[in-house]
């Protein structure tokens, strides 16, 4: 599938971007490089990428796709959560001091990609068994199959109601909880056999599959996918300059509602008590929200993509370093 995958509203994504020449530009989740190849063409000849992403197979296609413009890429693996801390962005003045290396713009595509999706033995997807792991980093230790079958009954349901927004979390958690006393659950297809057992008969008719959101919340839960987005967000809001561009798509309710507050957080110009008669903190905004209500896909794309449907994108300007006097 590598070659043939769509980036999501890549359109709109330049439109917001704007790239030009000489720009250093952050794809944070460069995934297979469909995003990060438009944003090269369109930065050409001298603007420059920096492609982030956990997941080495997708770096090693991305890399091979955008070969063409190896002069102007530099691929790391790592989380975008942690863009701060990476040497790309910083740069010598001397041997005594380093500075920030200022970003023009930096694109967050969140979710799971095509390809973990269609490759059975990342076991992401219930549409093809395969073990259930669902690590982005698969260096890590914490698995699916590690939390399905160790985890209580209890915490399986939190996680499925928290981050799956679940109705049925407490019967699922229960069926997995007496599946596993049997035999270990160790294939993507046998949490779904277990999920469509938990449901009763007359809420499977479902738009979308039901295993769904227990996949989504299991996805979540071991690669910290929230906690991370709220930490990327603001070393992204720190490492633009001024002017520039900070695009995130979101998938699903719970990242577009982090999206969504995190730049009203960063957007706002007082941070006094609610009941303070006048503004004295003085503090300054960092971010100008750019799109009042987020960006969805035209009904073409979706026909060309259905996997596009679900995806909001929501863009912010750097206007002002974050500051609040003392």
């Not at 309710?253 to 706002?268: G, H, M, P, T, W």
């Not at 008590?273 to 971010?287: E, R």
Request: net charge positive; charged share 25%; proline share 6%.
């Amino acid at each position: 599938m590598g070659q043939g995958h769509i980036p999501v509203l890549v359109d709109e994504v330049i439109q917001f971007l704007q790239p030009k020449n000489h720009g250093f530009y952050v794809d944070g989740t460069v995934g297979l490089g469909g995003h990060a190849a438009v944003i090269l063409q369109k930065s050409a000849p001298e603007g420059f990428l920096l492609g982030i992403d956990l997941d080495v197979e997708a770096l090693a296609i991305a890399e091979e796709r955008l070969h063409k413009y190896k002069e102007r890429v530099t691929f790391v693996g790592d989380n975008f959560a942690h863009l701060d801390q990476l040497p790309q962005l910083h740069r010598s003045r001397d041997s005594q001091e380093t500075t920030v290396r200022q970003v023009d713009g930096i694109l967050l595509d969140l979710g799971v990609s095509s390809l973990q999706l269609d490759t059975p033995t990342r076991g992401f997807s219930f549409n093809h068994s395969g073990p259930l792991d669902m690590r982005m980093d698969a260096s890590q230790a914490l698995s699916a199959a590690h939390v399905v079958n160790r985890h209580p009954e209890d915490a399986l349901a939190t996680i499925f109601t928290q981050l799956g927004q679940e109705r049925w979390s407490k019967k699922i958690a229960r069926q997995i909880v007496h599946a596993r006393r049997r035999k270990p659950i160790s294939t993507t297809g046998q949490l779904a056999e277990i999920v469509l057992e938990a449901i009763p008969p007359k809420s499977t008719g479902w738009r979308i599959h039901p295993a769904t959101r227990v996949f989504q919340a299991l996805r979540i839960y071991i690669n910290d996918e929230l906690k991370n987005l709220h930490s990327g967000i603001h070393c992204a809001a720190s490492a633009l300059k001024p002017g520039g561009r900070l695009c995130i798509i979101s998938f699903h309710s719970l990242e577009d509602r982090i999206v969504k507050e995190q730049f009203r957080a960063l957007s706002r110009a007082c941070i006094c008590p609610p009941k303070a008669p006048i503004c004295m903190c003085q503090h300054t905004p960092t971010l100008e929200i750019l799109t009042k209500r987020p960006i969805i896909p035209t009904p073409d794309e979706i026909r060309r993509n259905p996997r596009s449907r679900s995806a909001k994108l929501r863009v912010a300007m750097k206007i002002h370093e974050s500051k609040t006097p003392d």
